[in-house]
């Protein structure tokens, strides 16, 4: 039962109560006056005078007494004794005393005493719009699948207003949006809002809605009430994996580490959960080498360095890359990541030969190509650029060809075997990377020979020293010639230049053709020839045969093989005897006699020594050891013999020295008989001398003939040669009776004599001279030619 229901019930039973004393007491209700007031008015508001409406008069009231007594409400109103006026006594509230949308009407029982009196006063309480619209919940959530099809209707909470009438809740009202609108229902006295789909949802535009929806009144000012509605939008895989862009370029050094990131995958889903969940894979129809070189981690989208990145294997890398979501049905994406690879110095260049003569003749002219070479380097760009030369000092070059990186290998000057035979040519190929890398590779040539040298002898003209009465038929000495030349081009033969005379000395020569070992046909003899000069041809084996020759001098070198010759005294029967006469008279001093002897052999050979073997008295007669003059030593006694026999011995100074003796008869007579015996002597003396000069003419005249021939062969020998070799014979000047004579020579600095009996004091023996050949030192420089 409503609470209106109540008070009206409880009412009657007051108004019946009250009959029921009125009819006890005699007395009868008389009248029923209405009020109307709003509510929420003040305590102590006058609602009405009771007493006045009543006609009850008022300035009589001192005695009667008023008394709210009928339902339970007494305790708002109250009425004043004083002057009967009904007023409030506390706060009303109508939504607590009404109930619904009807009017609130409250009834009083007003019992007036003296007399006893009842009356009924109607209150209506009007309602006052103190209320805003209320919903049961702040917030009510709502999710819907974004699949959801318009028209979709969802039930919101009702709005309740404890206000009536107008004041209660006219109309709800949703906030602007694109996706949803709000449908009211009319149901009895309620409005019953719905949310109604108009347009489908797309989570991943928006994921979650949050609507206002308001309840308004009807009073005056409206008041309202809020309901905050959230959608939240159930995802459906209904996006696949978008990448932000089609395709990516990214750019790596090549020699990368392994296991170096390179690139970060990002595709975005906006699904959510397992349908917004990525994992990224490779293409299933990639080439071999990106799966070998390049890895993708499906959970991060991370693209890894797998294997070795060689630029000069490949410059550039496309990867197709799948991200699918983990959705029952997936959904897949795609994109393109294209991989170029930079290069970095790391390849040295290459050198090759093409082509390659490992042999050239020394003959080529500048110029000629040995070798064709070319430079290659893998890297790119400046990397690639090569630099190419030669490093080692050799007579070739580099010579560019039309083609970029093409090189000849050609000549750059004269080559000669003889001065290097072989070339080592290193070739240096710098790229101008950074750092620089650079390779070397090195060409062996040899050089073939070619006839262009003639046979050499170390020394033009050679001269030989031969010892006489050498071994026919035995070497005497060798020539030998050098051609630098190689094989056959320096196969060596040697010959004699032979003259047309059968007298030629060359006639008595032949030499080895293999070896240049010469050997004599007879033996020579130092006092028949002393020199003698020929030519030697040395001729090599090349094609076309080249040849030179040089001039051998030979010295025949004495051998002591000729005794002394007597020439004075000589006895008409050709023994060496002589007989000399000298006054008694004659002084210490005194030439007696000078034995005069000769030696075909020179220097020391020729030398000729005199001593006494013999003497009748020693004290008497005294001999010139080198010259052969025979001198008193005192006078002559009375007791002196007359005659006097002496025995010398001429000997050479030969190594094993020959000798010869002469006997000199010395008659000591008195002065007259002297003088006489002169004069007979002197004829035979005058006689005798004259065979004495014819040989000493012939002699000196055959040394004259010999010391001019040599002059002539030894200035023609000087002007053929610059060097310092000369050869002169001189003749003793020194003569002095005894026909011994020494012959000098000279060969570069040194000066050489072979000597007769007078040598000079500063001579010393030369080694090898056979004990008979002096060396002089050469004063030229200081005071011209030495003299012997």
């Not at 006058?46 to 709210?68: E, Q």
């Not at 070497?475 to 004699?496: L, M």
């Not at 023996?765 to 030619?785: K, Q």
């Amino acid at each position: 039962m409503g609470a209106d229901a109540k008070i009206r019930t409880m009412d009657c039973r007051w108004i019946a109560f009250h009959l029921a004393v009125l009819l006890l007491l005699g007395k009868q209700a008389l009248a029923q006056i209405r009020y109307s007031v709003p509510e929420e008015v003040e305590e102590g508001t006058v609602v009405g005078n009771v007493a006045k409406d009543l006609g009850l008069d008022i300035t009589s009231l001192t005695d009667r007494r008023f008394r709210v007594v009928s339902g339970s409400k007494e305790a708002i109103f109250e009425v004043n004794q004083n002057n009967g006026a009904l007023y409030v006594r506390k706060h009303i509230d109508r939504e607590e005393l009404c109930q619904g949308s009807g009017a609130c009407l409250m009834e009083l029982k007003i019992l007036v005493e003296n007399p006893l009196e009842i009356h009924y006063v109607v209150v209506e309480i009007t309602d006052v719009n103190d209320h805003s619209p209320s919903f049961p919940q702040q917030e009510q959530p709502f999710e819907i699948a974004e699949h959801t099809l318009p028209g979709r209707r969802f039930q919101l909470h009702t709005a309740r207003d404890p206000d009536a009438g107008i004041n209660s809740i006219r109309t709800y009202t949703l906030t602007s949006n694109e996706h949803f609108e709000l449908d009211i229902r009319q149901s009895d006295e309620d409005k019953i809002p719905f949310l109604v789909l108009k347009k489908s949802l797309d989570r991943e535009q928006k994921d979650k809605h949050t609507l206002l929806v308001t309840a308004v009144d009807g009073g005056k000012p409206q008041r309202s009430g809020t309901l905050n509605v959230s959608i939240v939008v159930l995802d459906s895989n209904d996006n696949r994996p978008m990448f932000s862009q089609e395709i990516y370029q990214i750019s790596i050094q090549e020699n990368v580490p392994v296991g170096t990131s390179i690139f970060r995958m990002n595709a975005t889903d906006p699904d959510e959960g397992t349908n917004g969940e990525i994992e990224y894979s490779l293409g299933k129809t990639l080439r071999r080498k990106i799966y070998e070189n390049f890895e993708l981690d499906k959970s991060t989208g991370e693209i890894r360095v797998k294997g070795i990145v060689d630029y000069e294997e490949n410059n550039v890398y496309k990867l197709d890359v799948e991200a699918s979501d983990k959705a029952t049905l997936p959904l897949t994406g795609e994109s393109r990541v294209i991989i170029k690879i930079i290069d970095v110095n790391d390849n040295p260049p290459e050198i090759e030969v093409t082509s390659l003569s490992n042999t050239v003749s020394e003959d080529s002219k500048p110029g000629t190509v040995i070798s064709l070479i070319s430079v290659t380097d893998k890297d790119s760009g400046v990397n690639g650029k090569i630099l190419s030369s030669i490093t080692s000092d050799v007579p070739f070059e580099l010579k560019p060809s039309y083609k970029e990186n093409i090189y000849s290998v050609v000549t750059k000057g004269f080559l000669d075997r003889e001065e290097v035979s072989h070339y080592e040519i290193t070739i240096k190929a710098t790229d101008c990377g950074e750092p620089p890398l650079s390779t070397y590779k090195t060409l062996s040539i040899q050089i073939s020979d070619v006839n262009d040298n003639s046979p050499h002898f170390k020394q033009n003209p050679l001269q030989f020293y031969l010892v006489e009465n050498n071994v026919a038929g035995a070497s005497i000495f060798s020539v030998s010639a050098t051609d630098n030349d190689e094989n056959d081009n320096a196969a060596i033969s040697y010959h004699v230049v032979r003259g047309g005379r059968e007298s030629d000395v060359t006639s008595f020569l032949n030499v080895n053709s293999d070896n240049g070992h010469i050997t004599a046909l007879k033996s020579f003899d130092f006092e028949t020839v002393k020199t003698f000069q020929f030519q030697v041809v040395a001729t090599d084996s090349g094609t076309p045969s080249l040849s030179s020759n040089v001039t051998v001098n030979v010295f025949i070198l004495d051998q002591n093989d000729n005794a002394p010759v007597i020439l004075y005294p000589l006895s008409s029967n050709g023994s060496a005897e002589g007989v000399e006469e000298i006054p008694r008279n004659v002084n210490a001093g005194h030439l007696v006699s000078k034995v005069r002897a000769y030696d075909a052999d020179i220097g020391y050979n020729g030398w000729l020594l005199f001593s006494l073997q013999e003497v009748t008295d020693h004290s008497l007669f005294g001999l010139d050891r080198y010259t052969g003059q025979i001198r008193t030593l005192r006078s002559f006694t009375e007791t002196d013999e007359a005659e006097h026999k002496l025995l010398i011995l001429v000997k050479d100074n030969g190594n094993v020295s020959l000798s010869a003796t002469a006997t000199v008869i010395v008659k000591v007579v008195e002065p007259k008989e002297a003088f006489a015996a002169s004069d007979v002597k002197s004829a035979a003396k005058d006689e005798e001398g004259n065979d004495v000069t014819f040989y000493l003419m012939i002699t000196l005249g055959s040394v004259s003939v010999l010391f001019i021939i040599s002059i002539i062969v030894l200035i023609a020998m000087q002007c053929s040669k610059s060097t310092d070799y000369t050869s002169k014979y001189l003749q003793e000047t020194n003569y002095d009776g005894t026909l011994c004579h020494s012959i000098q020579y000279r060969s570069g600095d040194k000066r050489y004599m072979l000597v007769g009996p007078r040598m000079s004091i500063g001579s010393t023996i030369f080694p090898g001279s056979h004990a008979n050949t002096l060396v002089l030192p050469d004063r030229r420089r200081a005071s011209g030619e030495v003299r012997v």
